[in-house]
């Protein structure tokens, strides 16, 4: 049989990416991974904790530890994504953007970009 800690000062929070809802786990990733849409830093006690929401301009795929911001020629205009949209055409999507912006006056933005 297995044996405990010997005083809390040695227990550890669950690990980051994953929520422990108990207490008593041995492993360190608890009930499983942080809900897709969310991220989960470390010792999180809720797979979808309404203070972990991935922003907007960025995706969170399950068992993330932060958001992620969308790569240039991407965007997310919602809050608890796990992915990006593509850029629009005739629009521009720069790094972490949450929505498309119009390209200037006589230039040309291919799609993705």
């Known amino acids: 049989?297995?044996?405990?800690?010997?005083?809390?000062?040695?227990?550890?929070?669950?690990?980051?990416?994953?929520?422990?809802?108990?207490?008593?786990n041995t492993n360190g990733q608890g009930q499983g991974q942080?809900?897709?849409?969310?991220?989960?830093?470390?010792?999180?006690?809720?797979?979808?904790?309404?203070d972990n929401k991935c922003p907007k301009g960025t995706f969170c795929e399950a068992g993330s530890v932060a958001p992620t911001p969308c790569p240039a020629g991407w965007y997310n205009p919602v809050e608890t994504e796990s992915a990006?949209?593509?850029?629009?055409?005739?629009?521009?999507?720069?790094?972490g953007a949450s929505d498309p912006l119009p390209c200037f006056p006589r230039h040309v933005c291919p799609p993705r970009t």
């Open 1 to 24: 049989a297995g044996t405990g800690a010997r005083n809390k000062t040695t227990c550890t929070p669950c690990h980051p990416g994953y929520y422990c809802a108990t207490s008593g």
């Open 84 to 95: 990006c949209r593509p850029c629009p055409r005739f629009r521009y999507c720069p790094l």
């Open 34 to 50: 942080c809900s897709a849409g969310y991220f989960c830093p470390g010792g999180d006690r809720m797979s979808d904790n309404p």
